[in-house]
């Protein structure tokens, strides 16, 4: 495991051999949705051994319609997701959006996470450097992941080498995405650990609705080949009650079909490494 990692989850037990997750609600919609998924998903990822990263977004800054929820006030739902990742000893990450957020966002994260939409976006990725977090660049939907070096060279260049990179599809057409597996290795020769949104590569964007459709019966097969192409950790969204979540539910994995995808998924990563 790369070092940054090992002590970012120094505080957990775990097989080195295993992948990581990052997993939580789409976004922070009360204390005790939060608590309740880290809660679940912590006990889960502690009796696989596998090291756990708790996430949720303070603010949804890009909703399709104006009508959509974006979040409870950002230091609010900051303040939630750290004292979450305190009482159950977790790391935790989240989404920012502009330079001037990253400084308040580092105070209450361990992780800062750059949009896809955002990623090329240089003082962003220097402004995210400057915090000393690390700093998790989510693969924009029209790049490839051999174009994902510049990001990488930035946040370097600024003085910070804790960088992971995302994978989450590639625009396919006007309403869907399609993962192209060759990414996952070609971004792991930035040096860089490369992580797999199961769920956001799953989205169907810009639906005429207003609201983001998405295929989670695929969440598993997404997350099968990525373990199988070389991918160190993985990204799902989950919830007790997708239908019910304020954000992407139509993307997100139900949170009772979490424990046994990810024993499938250790058996997968057993084979392979």
Request: with cysteine; hydrophobic share 40%.
């Amino acid at each position: 495991m790369n070092p940054f990692l090992t002590d970012l989850f120094s505080k957990q037990q775990y097989d080195a051999n295993n992948f990581f997750l990052i997993a939580g609600p789409c976004v922070v919609e009360s204390e005790e949705i939060v608590m309740e998924i880290g809660e679940k998903v912590a006990g889960i990822c502690k009796n696989l051994g596998i090291p756990y990263v708790l996430k949720a977004s303070y603010r949804k800054a890009n909703r399709t319609s104006a009508n959509s929820f974006t979040g409870v006030g950002d230091e609010k739902a900051l303040s939630i997701l750290q004292n979450a990742g305190k009482a159950l000893g977790l790391p935790v990450t989240s989404d920012i959006h502009s330079e001037t957020e990253a400084a308040m966002a580092a105070e209450y994260l361990d992780i800062l996470q750059i949009p896809a939409f955002l990623c090329r976006q240089t003082e962003l990725l220097n402004a995210a450097a400057a915090t000393g977090k690390i700093v998790n660049v989510k693969k924009g939907q029209f790049l490839s992941g051999s174009s994902m070096k510049f990001a990488v060279e930035k946040i370097n260049i600024a003085g910070n080498h804790k960088v992971l990179l995302t994978e989450r599809g590639n625009t396919f057409g006007y309403q869907d995405l399609v993962v192209d597996y060759r990414n996952i290795p070609w971004m792991k020769e930035h040096g860089t650990p490369v992580v797999m949104d199961c769920t956001h590569s799953l989205q169907q964007p810009n639906q005429t609705s207003g609201v983001t459709g998405g295929n989670p019966s695929l969440i598993g097969t997404i997350a099968k080949a990525a373990i199988a192409t070389g991918a160190d950790g993985l990204f799902i969204e989950t919830h007790p009650n997708p239908a019910k979540a304020l954000s992407d539910g139509a993307n997100m994995l139900r949170l009772d079909l979490l424990e046994k995808l990810l024993v499938d998924l250790l058996r997968i990563r057993a084979a392979v490494i």
